[in-house]
T-cell receptor
């Protein structure tokens, strides 16, 4: 089945710099890649997604890139702010069921002033 | 207001006791999920429910069962809890397919 690897377990950036979180997946048939943010003590909430028919998507300061050949996708957070500090999870839809997501292990992002 | 609620938020049980975790959603979503979150492992899917009485095992169903008798309500049951079931449990719902999942705030379960 699908496996999603999230490469950075922790990441620290200075406020105003960009942060990049990288993920790889194994199932060539995967077509949907969402990102979720988890603030301390809370549940996950959706931040942005990308589908396999495009290779780039932007929503305000968030950019997602998808490289289907390399089976890799990444989240870029530009002009980081302290409120961006959280755990970020990448995910991919399982080809066995479009309702199932397989999550990466999470990246703890710290934005330091 | 799109919301997923979970009760209780914190729970301490002794090994061998039964545990009931409850989840509700107000979005009339057909699909609901139970996950557990452990450090370094991300989220692991325990069960998925496609609608009332239409439940399917996820990746780690052993030791758990679920009940969905109303579309807005999904329960996770641990019969005879084990210490390795200490975790944070999240419920989520979605309208199905590759659509956004909405998560509850989680239940922290400690099994002694």
């Amino acid at each position: 089945g699908e496996k999603v690897e999230q490469h950075e377990s922790t990441l620290s950036v200075r406020e105003g710099d960009s942060a990049v979180i990288n993920c790889t997946y194994t199932d060539t048939a995967s077509s949907y890649f969402p990102w979720y943010k988890q603030e301390a003590g809370k549940g996950l909430h959706f931040v942005i997604d990308i589908r396999s028919n495009v290779d780039r998507k932007q929503s305000q300061r968030l950019i997602v890139l998808l490289d289907k050949k390399a089976k890799r996708f990444s989240l870029h957070i530009t002009a980081t702010q302290p409120e961006d500090s959280a755990i970020y999870f990448c995910a991919a839809v399982a080809s066995s069921s479009f309702s199932k997501l397989v999550f990466g292990q999470g990246t703890s992002l710290s934005v330091v002033p | 207001d799109m919301k997923v609620t979970q009760m209780p938020r914190y729970l301490i049980k002794r090994m061998g006791e039964n545990v009931l975790l409850e989840c509700g959603q107000d979005m009339s979503h057909e699909t609901m999920y139970w996950y557990r979150q452990d450090p370094g492992l991300g989220l692991q899917l325990i069960y998925i429910s496609y609608d009332v009485d239409s439940n399917s095992e996820g990746d780690i169903p052993k030791g758990y069962r679920v009940s969905r008798k109303k579309r807005e309500h999904f329960s996770l049951i641990l019969d005879s809890a084990k210490t390795n079931q200490t975790s944070v449990y999240f419920c989520a719902s979605s309208s199905g397919g590759a659509d956004t999942q909405y998560f509850g705030p989680g239940t922290r379960l400690l099994v002694l």
